[in-house]
């Protein structure tokens, strides 16, 4: 099966595949919306981590600077396995701005509570997005693709787990 390529990618970075470009099209799109959620969910877990205050101060600091570090890393791969495909990846915060579908939050104070809470609302909506682009990539017979979505689906759970469990003791530890 001959491969046509797609107009959009410079000769210099066409990778090559046996993927269908249709494949590599819906493959691109959507873990580059995963990656642009990614960097979304990095920035606002930082953000919380610099400004979050209160008697758990040191435990939340900890646990959202944990957590970033996991987010973050998961960026490289995501765009990473976009270009073994043969697509190409984000280029800018802008484009991060364009695609992403978690919402920033630029409050100039969120009660450590409602971070918590916000981020794990976040982290499910990422988790269920990643499914969803399991399924894309798994019709798609992108077999490494839904590989690599199966460890941070987990991951994400984990998250919000911690998340989950750390808002509670907030609010049973509150008078």
Same mark, same amino acid.
């Given at each position: ?12 970075? $066409?990778?090559?595949? /046996? ?5 590599? /099209? ?8 995963? +990656?642009? $959620?990614? %960097? ?10 610099? *400004?979050?205050?209160?008697? *758990?101060?040191?435990?939340? *600091?900890?646990? +959202? /600077? ?28 802008? *484009? ?11 409050? /100039? ?29 798994? $019709? ?21 787990? %911690? +998340? %989950? ?11």
């Amino acid at each position: 099966m001959t491969k046509v390529k797609s107009a959009s990618i410079a000769p210099e970075l $066409d990778t090559p595949t /046996d993927l269908p470009q249709q494949s590599v /099209d819906k493959i691109s799109a959507t873990l580059n919306t995963l +990656l642009a $959620d990614a %960097f979304a969910l990095y920035l606002k877990t930082k953000n919380f981590h610099w *400004h979050v205050s209160g008697r *758990h101060f040191r435990d939340y *600091h900890l646990l +959202l /600077d944990e957590q970033s570090e996991q987010i973050f890393a998961t960026t490289d791969a995501l765009a990473e396995r976009v270009r073994k495909v043969g697509g190409v990846t984000l280029r800018s915060i802008g *484009h991060i701005a364009k695609l992403q579908t978690i919402e920033d939050n630029n409050e /100039d104070y969120v009660p450590p509570r409602e971070m918590l809470r916000e981020l794990m609302n976040d982290n499910k909506k990422m988790a269920a997005a990643m499914r969803k682009a399991h399924k894309i990539v798994d $019709d798609c017979e992108d077999a490494a693709s839904a590989g690599l979505l199966e460890n941070f689906i987990d991951e994400t759970e984990r998250r919000t787990w %911690f +998340l %989950f469990e750390a808002s509670r003791q907030e609010s049973s530890n509150e008078t």
